[in-house]
């Protein structure tokens, strides 16, 4: 079982920066994978972002390339989203997952935290 906890969500404005954090407890398996997925109102889940726990790999949804990083702390059991640059579309509830691999697809996630509100004002 694997139980995650998401902070850092708030209100700012156009272009400014948010920091997104995950916090991870119970065993994560090897070449499993942390990611983030945002949902606005009255739309799908999508996917934001992915990272291996066992290795550096990352990716990417391409409305986020360039502007948000994910990263983790194996130690601190954490993975974080760094948010620059951003945009009214943005707005959403942010959500962190555990799956079993790196994936895009919010179908290879099992465990999912409560969710982090964003809203970006104009």
């Known amino acids: 079982q694997v139980q995650l906890v998401e902070s850092g969500g708030g209100l700012v404005q156009a272009g400014g920066s948010l920091r997104l954090s995950c916090a991870v407890s119970?065993?994560?398996?090897?070449?499993?994978?942390v990611g983030w997925f945002r949902q606005a109102p009255g739309k799908e889940r999508d996917f934001v972002a992915a990272?291996?726990?066992?290795?550096?790999?990352?990716n990417y949804a391409d409305s986020v390339k360039g502007r948000f990083t994910i990263s983790k702390d194996n130690a601190k059991k954490t993975v974080n989203l760094q948010m620059n640059s951003l945009k009214p579309e943005d707005t959403a509830v942010y959500s962190c997952?555990?799956?079993?691999?790196?994936?895009?697809?919010?179908?290879?996630?099992?465990?999912w935290g409560q969710g982090t509100q964003v809203t970006v004002s104009s």
């Open positions: 119970g065993v994560m398996i090897s070449n499993s994978a």
């Open positions: 997952a555990a799956g079993r691999r790196q994936s895009d697809s919010k179908k290879d996630y099992y465990y």
């Open positions: 990272i291996n726990w066992s290795g550096p790999s990352t």
